[in-house]
């Protein structure tokens, strides 16, 4: 064994990827590793088969998908302008995980878009994904391969569970390295914002075009954005991001945020009363009560992200009455933690049809 140097494609991924690439063209869905979370996917510029990916995930059709491109020099074939900003932030985290909103050029299918005039795009940092997309050599739309408002996949396990029924195959490239959604910077409006905080930080965006982007649901009066951004649109006109929807990542058991001071007692008043908890702590010792199932996480953000989704199907699978979850620290390396954390609260113990 001893492996291969990082990026390099086997032989048998080779062919895996030469097969996903007809089935694209044929129309197919296909489940794709990325660096952050796995994507469905399909050929952007088919306008069937980008709906093929509203039906399989159940997903409503007026929501935009993000494209991903084999690299920078595809811009122009998506979008109209790219300012300058925009390219620098291309050139800067590119390949990686930062999704661009920019003016839509002619010809991108209304199905991506979800009828708007603007476009999400970004190069993944996969070596699979990025030897799918050149063997393929346009455009691929894909969301995460869950089903809408469900627990993103970060294994090729977690995509058959969610979606194993309706994709062609399922090309894996392991657990993905980040586990958690890009971060997606809009600069279709006069200044560049982040509707969803991911792994590149409002820090990482200032240090490369010297001001700071807003951060949507960032509130003056300080309100969580989980319980701003609770519609799909607003009449601002901004644009609908289903990764913004205050219920979303989120598992059936009922999900509960918890500050670190509280959690112990909490789960010990909840298991008194004869409720099955189960919980994902932080700092928090395991107080070795056997009518918990404690689960420890990484006090270290990036260790968490990788492994959070994860962590919250194992719980969800529990059947438990409730999921406890610590609080993370009020942190700029835990923002795009917390946020998917209030969003998973906000839209657990739900059924399907909700
Ligand atoms: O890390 C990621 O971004 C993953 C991997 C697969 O690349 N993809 C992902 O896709 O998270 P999805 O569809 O689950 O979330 C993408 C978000 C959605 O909330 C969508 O509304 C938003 O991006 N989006 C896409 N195009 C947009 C546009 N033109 N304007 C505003 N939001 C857009
Ligand atoms: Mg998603």
Known sequence: AGGQPRGVIEPATLV???RATGLLRAGELVGMPTETVYGLAADALNPEAVRRIFAAKGRPADHPVIVHLPGADHLPRWAASIPRDALALANAFWPGPLTLILKRAPGVPDEVTGGQDTVGVRVPAHSVALALLQVFGSGIAAPSANRFGRISPTTAAHVQEELGGQVAMILDGGACP?????????????????????????????????????????????????EVTASTADASGTPRVSGALAAHYAPRTPLRLIDPALLAAE??????????????????????????????????PSEYAHDLYASLRALDALGADFILVETPPPAPAWTAVADRLGRAAAGSGEDDET
């Open 16 to 18: 895996a990827i030469q």
């Open 178 to 226: 980040l586990g958690i959604e890009s971060t997606i910077v809009d600069f279709s409006r006069d200044v560049p914002e982040i509707l969803r905080p991911g792994a590149v930080t409002a820090d990482d965006i200032a240090r490369i075009i010297g001001r700071r982007p807003r951060v949507r649901g960032e509130a003056a009066q300080g309100v969580p954005s989980h």
């Open 267 to 300: 789960a010990a008043g909840l298991a008194a009363a004869g409720s099955r908890v189960a919980v994902l702590a932080i700092a928090v010792d395991d107080p070795g009560d056997a009518r918990l199932t404690w689960l420890g996480a990484s006090a270290q």
